[in-house]
């Protein structure tokens, strides 16, 4: 039923004929009558456009290829082979399957988020956190919000809105990018009062900072550098002192703040939540989905009226965490109730006590498979390196660890060719996220873990290299 073209104009066939295919209705059936109209429309303007005729089977099939692109998920599951175990652009902590079960749970049906089943009262959404930090970190209370950045928003604004804050010059941080320091002050409406220099800040300098217009002092884990040489900052149990004294709020961000000792497991040493507690801050703000495990969330734990005062701010209700984070973080904080087992069931401390003997002996079972799919087209080897943790924690601390490195066959000088295989990489169903070093890619092993879903990979890689 396809009309004769007009003078001028390809020969494509109608709308109607396509839909009415037996492959137009394979298309309706799979993706839905609306986005195939769609497809088929942009399909049959852009060879109207450029001149070039068609036939169904031919629409059919550029439609198709359309839509799948199109209801390709936009956040897609990757591998992090990058060595950095919390990617901050990769989705940082992967969450274990406990918190996944309770998040899954949470989102299928109604929940007690805000209802006391003892009293059939209306009850706090905190509460099915706050119990099991209390425990975990000896604070008398704690609560939760969207993120560490929002935790600080929420303790400078209820607690220094229109007054001043003090903090060092050495510790006015930046973490990657979006979070600066003094911008997160001035958008909390807290005056920043900068003592110190860049590399020396004395009690003095503070002491001599307090006056009637302090709202509070805070001190800033500067975990993601370090100040060496002439340096001098002054200890938070000095800080906490002076804070007392003076009758203000003393508030330490941890940033990553870790609720056990790593040094169990050989990692090195991170300040965790109960030392910063025990050394006088009234306050502690750290992140759910950093060295803690868990989703993203920012944490606040210290004196139960300052945590009170935060609670009834505004601005926590535009900062809550909803019912699915909520669940997922209760069953992450279930599992520090049994640090023996801790290591296994906790995907960020697994990767990171990963021992370098395990992640080397990974290297050899895959690099003969990996040999075979580059044959020909790149040089795979293994090569010893260095893991770290990410997202700020302990950044000169790197942990020992075990990669495939791919070189490209005559690779120039220009890195055309790693850049190829890099790409390549990136574009398989289960993107592959390394690192390119030196002319070569590197792939840390220390996050993998699904070896057979990697291996899986390989021919798709082959064929990628030879298109
Ligand atoms: C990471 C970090 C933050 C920001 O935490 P988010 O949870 O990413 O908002 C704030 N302060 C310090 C010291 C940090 O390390």
Not at 255 to 278: F, K, M, R
Not at 344 to 365: D, F, G, H, K, M
């Given at each position: ?36 109209l ?40 990757v ?16 969450l ?13 049906a ?26 975990l ?8 919000v ?22 060092s ?43 009637p ?12 550098y ?24 003393f508030?330490?961000?941890l ?11 050989g ?55 909803d ?5 997922a ?69 790197l942990?020992?660890?075990?990669a ?61 290299l030879?298109?």
């Amino acid at each position: 039923m396809t009309a004769a073209p007009r003078e001028g104009r390809a020969a494509l066939p109608a709308v109607d004929a396509i839909l009415r295919s037996a492959g137009g209705a394979r298309l309706i059936a799979q993706f839905g009558r609306t986005l195939v109209l769609d497809a088929v429309r942009a399909v049959l303007a852009m060879r109207r456009e450029s001149g070039e005729a068609g036939s169904v089977d031919t629409v059919i099939a550029e439609a198709a290829a359309a839509l799948e692109k199109l209801m390709q998920p936009s956040q897609r599951q990757v591998f992090n082979l990058t060595g950095t175990v919390l990617h901050t652009n990769l989705g940082r902590a992967p969450l274990p399957e406990e918190a996944i079960e309770a998040a899954a749970a949470a989102m299928r049906a109604p929940s007690s988020l805000e209802y006391d089943l003892a009293t059939g009262r209306r009850g706090e959404r905190d509460d099915h956190i706050s119990g099991w930090l209390v425990r975990l970190t000896g604070a008398p209370a704690a609560l939760a919000v969207n993120n560490n950045a929002g935790a600080l928003v929420l303790a400078l604004n209820t607690l220094a809105d229109g007054r001043e804050t003090i903090v060092s010059r050495g510790e006015l941080i930046e973490i990657g990018g979006s979070f600066r320091l003094p911008d997160i002050m001035a958008r909390a409406g807290t005056r920043l009062r900068e003592v110190g220099t860049t590399n020396r800040t004395h009690l003095a300098d503070f002491a001599a900072a307090i006056g009637p217009e302090t709202g509070l002092i805070l001190k800033a884990h500067t975990s993601n550098y370090a100040i060496e040489g002439f340096t001098a900052a002054v200890p938070a149990a000095k800080l906490a002192g002076l804070a007392r004294e003076h009758g203000v709020p003393f508030i330490e961000d941890l940033g990553s703040g870790s609720l056990v000792d790593l040094d169990i497991w050989g990692l090195p040493h991170e300040p965790t939540v109960a030392e910063a507690l025990a050394q006088g801050a009234d306050l502690v703000t750290f992140s759910g989905d950093k060295l803690l495990g868990g989703p993203q969330a920012g944490l606040v734990v210290g004196h139960a009226d300052l945590v009170a005062r935060l609670a009834k701010n505004p601005l926590k209700r535009a900062l809550r965490l909803d019912k699915i984070r909520l669940a997922a973080l209760e069953a992450v904080l279930r599992l520090y109730a049994d640090p023996d087992r801790l290591a296994q069931r906790l995907p960020t401390l697994r990767l990171l006590a990963r021992p370098q003997s395990e992640i080397a002996a990974l290297a050899e079972r895959l690099l003969p498979a990996v040999q075979r799919a580059l044959a020909g087209l790149a040089e795979a080897g293994i090569a010893e390196t260095r893991s770290q943790i990410g997202s700020g924690a302990l950044p000169v601390s790197l942990l020992p660890s075990a990669a495939l490195v791919l070189r490209p066959m005559g690779a120039g000088k220009s890195g055309g060719a790693v850049e190829a295989l890099a790409s390549t990489l990136r574009h398989l169903p289960t993107p592959v996220i390394g690192r390119i070093e030196a002319g070569k890619v590197v792939l840390d092993l220390r996050c993998l873990e699904d070896e057979a879903g990697f291996l899986d990979q390989l021919a798709e890689l082959r064929a990628g290299l030879l298109r």
